[in-house]
């Protein structure tokens, strides 16, 4: 079946950086794009970052652009997040997601806080 296991959450101080990784399993990762979410506590889950099959495009949000970098390895079947100059609003449980056959199908989500 279709998982996700997600890496490199912590705690930062702002300005700082970290780099999420999610390995996934089950579907053929090279045939689709995937996508990071994020959701911060009392707020909806919102689209942080996509890139498409063979990484020739890539889109964010506006909160993020010139901060975070989404990237992929479909020899290692993972997808990356490098996230720099964080600030407190980017605290987030952060999701990696791949919409396969109309279906949306989650990792179990992994915790960025950033504070001082």
């Known amino acids: 079946q279709v998982q996700f296991v997600e890496s490199g959450g912590g705690l930062v101080q702002p300005g700082g950086s970290l780099r999420l990784s999610c390995a996934a399993s089950?579907?053929?990762?090279?045939?689709?794009?995937m996508t990071w979410y994020r959701q911060a506590p009392g707020k909806e889950r919102e689209l942080v970052a996509t890139i498409t099959r063979a990484s020739g495009t890539r889109n964010y949000v506006d909160s993020v652009k010139g901060r975070f970098t989404i990237s992929r390895d479909n020899a290692k079947n993972t997808v990356y997040l490098q996230m720099s100059s964080l600030k407190p609003e980017d605290t987030a449980v952060y999701y990696c997601n791949a919409r396969i056959w109309d279906y949306n199908y989650w990792g179990q989500g992994i915790q960025v806080t950033v504070s001082s």
């Open positions: 089950g579907f053929t990762f090279s045939n689709y794009p």
